[in-house]
């Protein structure tokens, strides 16, 4: 079975500091890895996604994710927060159910960002 | 810019009404997605098909039923509402392409509540 962790439901940082956000997934076979951002009242959006290639992904808006399969991790990661990136961030995975694919959602984890 | 709409954007309603929400693509996709989600909190899949006159249940309950009768339109319904309802869905679509790695693209959602 393919699964998603998110570690930390909640996040803050400074404006202009790093932002880190952790995703760990459990996958039986190589994973197809998303993430995609939420902004209030709205649906999601597309950051970044990992299917197969190089393991350090870019993405929108300056943020990036690096696949690192030992670890078996797909961190968010932008060097400098902006205050327009507070915002609900959810890792995802692609879960094949035999018959077809569907995506599995982590958690969530909410980006504050202060002055 | 993703093409995927949902209507009504609010919808607050009473107890035992029949609702139906409406989410249509225009991106040929073939697979589309209904997703439950309450106020900051995780996704879950309640609905989905992979074609017309396809569609299979998630891995939420729910007592909501779809149908796909064209490719662009999947409609959830509600024979009678209740409280237990209220929550945000999200409508998604994704290409139906060999391999896992395709992502799929949100409406902006539809907030229900129930009184």
């Known amino acids: 079975a393919q699964s998603v962790t998110q570690l930390g439901s909640h996040v803050s940082v400074s404006e202009g500091a790093l932002v880190l956000l952790r995703c760990n997934y459990s996958s039986s076979v190589p994973p197809y890895l998303f993430w995609y951002v939420q902004y209030p009242n709205q649906g999601l959006q597309l950051l970044l996604k990992y299917t197969t290639g190089a393991t350090l992904v870019k993405g929108i808006n300056g943020f990036e994710a690096e696949f690192k399969k030992s670890e078996t991790s797909f961190h968010l990661t932008k060097p400098s927060a902006h205050m327009s990136d507070a915002a609900e961030y959810f890792c995802?995975?692609?879960?094949?159910?035999?018959?077809?694919?569907?995506?599995?959602f982590g958690t969530g984890t909410r980006l504050q960002v202060t002055l | 810019e993703a093409d995927i709409y949902q209507t009504p954007r609010y919808l607050v309603i009473g107890t035992g009404k029949k609702i139906t929400l409406e989410c249509s693509q225009t991106m040929g996709h073939d697979k589309m997605y209904w997703y439950q989600q309450d106020p900051g909190m995780e996704l879950h899949l309640i609905h989905y098909s992979y074609g017309v006159n396809s569609t299979e249940k998630g891995d939420l309950s729910s007592e909501s039923t779809v149908s796909r009768i064209r490719t662009e339109h999947f409609p959830l319904t509600l024979e009678s509402a209740r409280p237990s309802h209220t929550s945000q869905y999200l409508c998604?679509?994704?290409?139906?392409?060999?391999?896992?790695?395709?992502?799929?693209?949100f409406g902006q959602g539809t907030r229900l509540t129930v009184v």
């Open positions: 995802a995975v692609t879960r094949w159910t035999g018959t077809a694919s569907k995506l599995t």
């Open positions: 998604a679509s994704s290409a139906s392409r060999t391999g896992e790695n395709t992502e799929a693209f």
